[in-house]
């Protein structure tokens, strides 16, 4: 490819140690009348770290946590005469943790490669130059350094950019501006020189798009419902891309990479670095996922729990830092459109296992977690106690017809209405 060579030729420039007067916005002494600044070029060398990022004791992170050995699913099988074998260990583990990982996907290894150097440069870039994506409030997508600005205790110590994706049909192209919408962005955003960085991201998101696909069949025939519903659910689909990036922190058994969380997406496809970091919180202890770079991390998110009426888990993770070595990963949240209907298939739905959570849409959860709650452990079921609290019917219009249609908050089992409390310092 053209472009990745482009982008190979781009040196990538290396942190140094910060002066005295760097460190007054973003060193542990900083004036608190001024807002904390998370200037990982700076505070990586920091022996003390500002409170913000200080976790409380009993949420601190154990550092050398017990591999969790997760089902390793070859997709070259499943599509093949062992598809029996994929569909059993997919299901096994979505109801016990909600994660495992797949091999032989068909993503080129080349494209993989080149949207970890795009987060490597990127993300070594001064400050200024990031911030020139700076994420608004109330918003999913552009830069974020730490979340400084919607939180101010038990801060992640990393950095992001998130920009939505969106499948283009063949026979409808759906371009902004005359381009591909993640070529658009970082145009838009960042100017014309990140072109290539817009062409590479746009090609890594219809590879994630078309294998999160094929991973809907597996989840499908996994729960019994055939391989085309789940399929067909996301065909189209309004989705997220994640670049995360972990600085080293001298002091990594203070502070966390990624709080405590589930994710209120569909579902993650996780990319890791070599560096690892990733952990998994199974049978009340902390387990961690040791990175393969021939493999992608699957996890079930909120809204597919949903999906399967509560079958398959989402299950809580975060994520580590160390005192060493940057870690880095790309993270595709695979969502619904934005006003689709999240319901469950009637086949999921019986005396035995009665609806759990109510009828919603993708868009009233990401404006939830956006504006009323810090993603956590128990944000699907906040989530759902707060849409029964505050309306009676919802108005959205189905794929199945282009009329408006008025779905109506269905019963919901006695057992999720006990003891429902908003917990917090969970993250995204």
């Not at 990022?53 to 005469?81: H, M, N, R, T, Y």
């Not at 746009?202 to 994630?208: G, I, L, S």
Request: aromatic share 10%; glycine share 6%.
């Amino acid at each position: 490819m053209a472009i990745m060579d482009c982008i190979s030729s781009a040196p990538i420039p290396s942190p140094s140690p910060p002066s005295k007067k760097d460190e007054d916005c973003s060193g542990p002494h900083h004036n608190h009348d001024q807002p904390l600044i998370f200037d990982a070029a700076r505070l990586r060398y920091e022996t003390n770290i500002p409170v913000q990022f200080i976790w409380p004791e009993e949420e601190k992170p154990s550092l050398k946590a017990e591999e969790l050995l997760v089902p390793l699913i070859d997709l070259q099988c499943f599509l093949g005469e062992s598809s029996d074998e994929a569909v059993r260990l997919a299901g096994e583990a979505c109801r016990k943790h909600g994660f495992f990982q797949v091999i032989n996907h068909g993503v080129d290894a080349r494209l993989i490669n080149e949207a970890h150097r795009c987060v490597d440069y990127f993300f070594t870039m001064p400050l200024t130059e990031k911030m020139r994506a700076q994420r608004k409030p109330g918003e999913s997508c552009g830069y974020a350094s730490s979340f400084t600005g919607r939180f101010s205790s038990k801060l992640p110590w990393k950095e992001t950019l998130s920009f939505q994706y969106s499948p283009s049909p063949q026979d409808d192209l759906q371009f902004h501006n005359g381009r591909p919408v993640v070529e658009d962005y970082f145009i838009n955003v960042l100017g014309d020189s990140f072109h290539p960085f817009g062409v590479v991201y746009q090609q890594y998101c219809d590879a994630m798009s078309s294998l999160s696909l094929r991973i809907m069949e597996l989840l499908g025939l996994s729960l019994g419902v055939g391989r085309m519903h789940f399929r067909d659910f996301f065909q189209g689909n309004d989705s997220i891309m994640r670049l995360n990036y972990y600085p080293p922190c001298q002091k990594p058994d203070l502070t966390l990479g990624t709080g405590p969380h589930c994710d209120p997406t569909s579902l993650t496809i996780l990319h890791q670095d070599s560096v690892g970091g990733l952990q998994v919180f199974v049978d009340d202890e902390w387990r961690s996922i040791s990175p393969r770079t021939d493999a992608f991390v699957i996890n079930i998110g909120d809204t597919f729990m949903a999906l399967s009426n509560g079958r398959f888990k989402s299950c809580l993770h975060r994520a580590v830092v160390n005192n060493e070595t940057p870690r880095k990963s790309l993270a595709f949240f695979l969502c619904p459109e934005m006003e689709k209907v999240v319901n469950p298939p009637s086949r999921l739905v019986d005396g035995q296992h009665p609806r759990k959570y109510p009828d919603f849409t993708w868009s009233a959860l990401l404006d939830f977690t956006q504006k009323h709650y810090r993603a956590d452990m128990k944000t699907l079921d906040a989530f759902s106690k707060w849409l029964l609290e505050n309306q009676t019917s919802t108005t959205t219009t189905t794929p199945e017809s282009a009329t408006t249609a008025t779905t109506t908050a269905i019963p919901i089992s006695s057992s999720f209405c006990r003891g429902l409390q908003k917990t917090t310092g969970g993250n995204e």
